[in-house]
């Protein structure tokens, strides 16, 4: 694990990484003399195969951080669940900061509303028309646009609620890590400046109001 972690530090990324997946593969290891918890290596393993782009940020939270979260025990303190808890935040923000998710979400919200527009134009057309011929021309556009919109839509709903889950784990495990332990502090600047960033947001709200106390 120290061997690992030296090896990151030394932008040797692929030998770590692989050093840290024979660590979780070998039975015993929190068995040893100098404990290195399973929660601390997943973590450690998740953060690096996303600093490094290794693997889809999907598969990282659904195979390294939620696992690593998992493993900690209940009201977990100290300075492994504070590591845990601040990996886990850091993975979220940094998906809803990261430059071509912001422009995917950006990208897909101008889409739907140019589509919304195009609806509600060609609706309008449709009432104000009295020519039959024109009405069903209309029409026909009409449903085109609505199926158009309905496509860009859901994939604007997905995103958005993918991006409102990522604000809310990572505001809730910014919280978990500074009451963890006192490796974290400076990580309450990050917090305030994110929640802030989202003040309007009723899941974030809902995530802090539940923590915070």
């Known amino acids: 694990h120290e061997v690992a972690s ?3 530090e030394s932008h040797e990324s692929t030998a770590s990484v692989k050093m840290l997946r024979d660590t979780l593969r ?4 929190e068995q040893q003399d100098i404990t290195v918890g399973r929660s601390d290596v997943l973590a450690q393993l998740g953060k690096q195969l996303a600093d490094a782009r290794l693997e889809k940020p999907s598969d990282i939270l659904e195979n390294y951080l939620r696992p690593a979260i998992s493993h900690l025990p209940k009201n977990a303190v100290g300075r492994e669940a504070g590591r845990v808890y601040h990996a886990f935040a850091a993975f979220c923000d940094q998906q809803l900061q990261h430059p071509a998710n ?7 919200a101008t889409l739907r509303q140019r589509k919304l527009e195009e609806v509600q134009g060609l609706h309008e057309l449709m009432k104000g028309t009295k020519r039959a011929t024109e009405k069903k021309e209309h029409e026909r556009s009409f449903v085109k646009a609505q199926s158009w919109f309905k496509l860009d839509d859901e994939e604007f709903q997905h995103q ?7 604000l809310q784990q990572s505001l809730q495990n910014y919280l978990l890590a500074l009451q963890a332990s006192d490796e974290h502090d400076l990580s309450v600047l990050r917090f305030f400046a994110l929640w802030l960033e989202s003040s309007e947001s009723e899941p974030a709200n809902a995530a802090v109001n539940k923590y915070l106390p």
Not at 26 to 29: A, E
Not at 102 to 108: S, T
Not at 160 to 166: D, P
């Open 26 to 29: 070998s039975s015993d290891f």
């Open 160 to 166: 958005k609620k993918s991006r409102e889950t990522f």
């Open 6 to 8: 030296v090896l990151w």
């Open 102 to 108: 912001v422009e995917d979400y950006n990208r897909i």
